[in-house]
RNA sequence: GGAGGGGUGGCAGAGCCUGGUUGAAUGCACCGGUCUUGAAAACCGGCAUACCCUUACCGGUAUCGUGGGUUCGAAUCCCACCCCCUCCGCCA
């Protein structure tokens, strides 16, 4: 959500954040400064009964305290008149207030300067690229065979037991998952991450604190009975977790991981991009997240992105950063990163991270502030988070581009410590 | 799930029975000043949030867990809900 004084004032970049990110039509700014005028209209018309009523309540009071009960009767009388007028006041400032509220949620943030304009993926920009794609002198396979062969995977029963895209993980492959969880935790917590572990289950508070709601509630599975949704990304209950607080400028900037399930819906997706791993309705995920001073966010953003970059190199995974476009950011993002790893196997590019500043537009629905030392007033914090990183490409990765010419499958050096070996191959599955 | 107690400013803690200068005593923390070679102590002053009006100053409104209600007037009375604590039950 973006500051009311903000849009009023900067109307126009405001217009053309909307038309870059293809979100909706700029004349909802048009209708936020209306309503934001009504309101004011009746906000001081009310403003103005309520003063009144207030000093003849006190003159009754001063009057009953007296002893004079006519001359107040008298004055009660005359009272009861404002405060029918006070409350058609009231009912129309809380009709404007809702207006504005609604449409105030569907202006989305506006992208950082250096944000490319753009509308479609394509538009996105390679801005890094690391690490060299493995060639084989043999035919890489996918990974589904590769769980298949090594039993690794179960998804025929996952299908049974729950519903497709919901996979058990058997044996080495269950222990790969965890032996990588431990990987980015410790990785993470060196440095300097404090680590979280969440509640798998929000409320609608926070669901529509880190702007899950109102629009993407398709994303979620709920709980109806109980009004909870299961959280789609540790962001959520993480981000939340200062939701409503003032935080004072020494304990900034605040630096958390969390390893959680994420549960997502994926409604609407098919094809061969929910082949394998590749894309799943429950799945593992390291999260980032950064509550920092304004002044310091888009240094945090490098940081955080580094943070997670780091990661793959250590796992010596390809990979590539694209710096997300205008149009294919996402609607409460100020700046997004993401990063893509070479699945050798599918020859394919694989999201596993995405990196973003949001600048205020989460925490000012949340209310996280901040009290600066200096002039004591309290302000809005910017929050951050990234992926770091999400399991089961990552997963699907490793196991392509570390596939062997015998079939085995080599494990990365940083990683034999935390899975206990230095291959998987019919052996040790 | 049952019974009882409680949710007040950054924190602690009065006020609620007996509704009326109580946006809220007091203490601590914090900020500024005096004093001091410096610091501490002591003393003086300041110190909630959001919003409206205003060039500005002044002024005003709302907020005592949340939402309703009673009343001319509610932190204070009534109702519902949420959360916390104690005891009982159930349970990993």
């Known amino acids: ?192 991450y404090t680590e979280i572990g969440a509640p798998l289950v929000v409320n609608q508070d926070s669901a529509r604190g880190t702007g899950q709601l109102p629009d993407k509630e398709d994303l979620m599975y709920e709980a109806v009975r109980d009004g909870l949704y299961l959280i789609p990304t540790a962001e959520v209950p993480v981000t939340n977790l200062h939701r409503d607080e003032i935080l004072s400028e020494s304990e900034l900037p605040i630096k958390y991981c969390a390893y959680t399930p994420c549960f997502r819906r994926e409604a609407g997706s098919y094809g061969k991009d929910v082949r394998g791993l590749n894309r799943l309705h429950q799945f593992d995920k390291i999260e980032l997240v950064h509550f920092v001073r304004p002044e310091t966010s888009y240094d945090a953003l490098e940081e955080l992105r580094s943070h997670a970059e780091k990661l793959l190199q250590l796992l010596g995974l390809p990979y590539r950063r694209l710096l997300m476009c205008t149009g294919d950011m996402g609607f409460t993002q100020a700046k997004k990163y993401d990063l893509e790893v070479w699945s050798a196997g599918q020859k394919r590019w694989l999201e596993v991270s995405s990196i973003s500043n949001f600048e205020t537009f989460q925490a000012r629905r949340m209310k996280i502030r901040y009290r600066p030392i200096s002039d004591g007033k309290a302000q809005i914090i910017h929050t951050l988070n990234g992926s770091g990183l999400a399991l089961p490409r990552i997963v699907a990765a490793l196991l392509e581009n570390y596939q062997q010419a015998d079939g085995s499958i080599s494990i990365p050096e940083v990683l034999q410590p935390y899975f206990g070996s230095a291959s998987i191959n019919s052996e040790n599955t």
Do not use: C
């Open 1 to 192: 959500m973006l500051d009311l004084t903000y849009i009023r004032e900067n109307a126009d970049l405001v217009k053309k954040a909307i038309v870059n990110k293809n979100t909706g039509s700029p004349d909802l700014v048009d209708s936020v400064l209306e309503l934001d005028e009504a309101w004011r209209n009746v906000t001081t018309k009310l403003q103005e009964i309520q003063t009144a009523a207030n000093a003849e309540a006190k003159k009754i009071g001063e009057m009953m305290k007296a002893g004079k009960k006519d001359e107040a009767q008298a004055v009660i009388a005359e009272n009861a008149r404002l405060k029918q007028v006070q409350k058609d006041l009231e009912e129309d400032q809380r009709k404007a207030a809702e207006s504005l509220e609604a449409i105030l949620l569907e202006i989305p943030n506006v992208p950082h300067p250096s944000v490319p304009v753009g509308k479609t993926p394509e538009d996105n920009v390679v801005a890094f690229e690391w690490g060299e794609k493995p060639t084989f002198d043999f035919d890489a396979v996918p990974h589904w065979d590769l769980l298949d062969k090594y039993d690794l995977a179960d998804f025929d029963r996952g299908s049974k037991v729950a519903g497709a895209g919901f996979p058990f993980y058997k044996g080495a492959g269950a222990r790969f998952q965890r032996s990588l969880i431990n990987f980015f935790l410790n990785e993470a917590v060196d440095a300097g």
